[in-house]
């Protein structure tokens, strides 16, 4: 709930999905790509077993390189995001063919209540900063503009730094139009890139040649970006039914370097 939303501390909208009773969450590739989801017993790989929208939009890449319904939701700064709608299950046919495990609806604000930059820093050369810019002010009676951009930096705790960078523009009109319709559209624009230790084998660590934070293959990592254009058009009937027509365009680029044999690069 909102509550939660605005009281723990998030560096990613991927970790609002832990508060979905049962969902856990798992990250394996240094922080740049979707996380991996498991759903009570459900191992959902990348996305493959639930459906995921943002404001009506997909998620889930029907076609992906590494996994049928593979969901990246880092595109949506946390502190954006409103409510999230989500169910368990495979009983909703209205949310579409990834619905076999459950389903998670992310809905962003559709106003500030002021403008704001934050700030933080951790741990590992870590630090992130979020300003969010209310461009109406509430001088325009029934509509609401923002704009907002998050930045994220972390060389995380292995011996190799990581060099991982996010990149986050985010930008929403929502007004209304006449009594019985009102209009949104959002423009949003998400980057990544980092550098992984990658997989390292148990006997490695075991006899002492590594150590559990270091890397037989440092030069793994990748690369991922994200466009995206949402708009939607709400006609509301005397009996309280709607009607929303929605149309949105992406574009998504994604490329991971893996050595899971550890022979890739090497010669004898």
């Not at 390189?65 to 046919?93: C, M, R, W």
């Not at 930096?153 to 990581?162: A, D, I, K, L, R």
């Not at 930008?171 to 949003?188: E, T």
Request: glycine share 10%.
């Amino acid at each position: 709930n909102r509550i939660d939303i605005e009281l723990r501390p998030l560096k990613s909208s991927q970790e609002i999905l832990r508060m979905i009773p049962g969902v856990v969450t798992a990250q394996h590739a240094g922080g740049g790509k979707a996380e991996q989801i498991f759903l009570r017993g459900f191992d959902i790989d990348h996305g493959t077993d639930i459906s995921l929208t943002v404001d009506g939009m997909p998620v889930n890449m029907v076609s992906h390189a590494h996994g049928q319904g593979y969901a990246d939701l880092h595109f949506v700064t946390p502190e954006l995001i409103d409510h999230v709608d989500f169910n368990k299950g495979p009983y909703y046919s209205s949310v579409g063919d990834f619905n076999t495990a459950g389903y998670a609806n992310f809905h962003t604000r559709n106003s500030l209540d002021h403008s704001s930059v934050k700030f933080e820093a951790g741990r590992f050369d870590t630090y992130r900063t979020v300003a969010m810019l209310d461009l109406l002010g509430g001088k325009v009676k029934n509509q609401n503009a923002f704009v907002s951009a998050e930045y994220q930096v972390t060389n995380g705790p292995f011996e190799s730094p990581q060099n991982f960078n996010r990149l986050n523009l985010f930008g929403k009109y929502n007004g209304v139009i006449s009594d019985d319709r009102s209009f949104n559209i959002s423009i949003s624009h998400f980057k990544s890139e980092w550098d992984a230790s990658g997989q390292i084998p148990l006997r490695a660590i075991s006899s002492g040649l590594i150590g559990r934070f270091r890397a037989i293959d440092d030069s793994e990592g990748g690369f991922t970006g994200r466009t995206n254009i949402n708009a939607s058009l709400l006609k509301s009937f005397d009996d309280g039914s709607t009607f929303r027509n929605r149309l949105y365009v992406s574009a998504y680029d994604f490329e991971l370097d893996s050595n899971f044999t550890f022979y890739l690069f090497c010669s004898v």
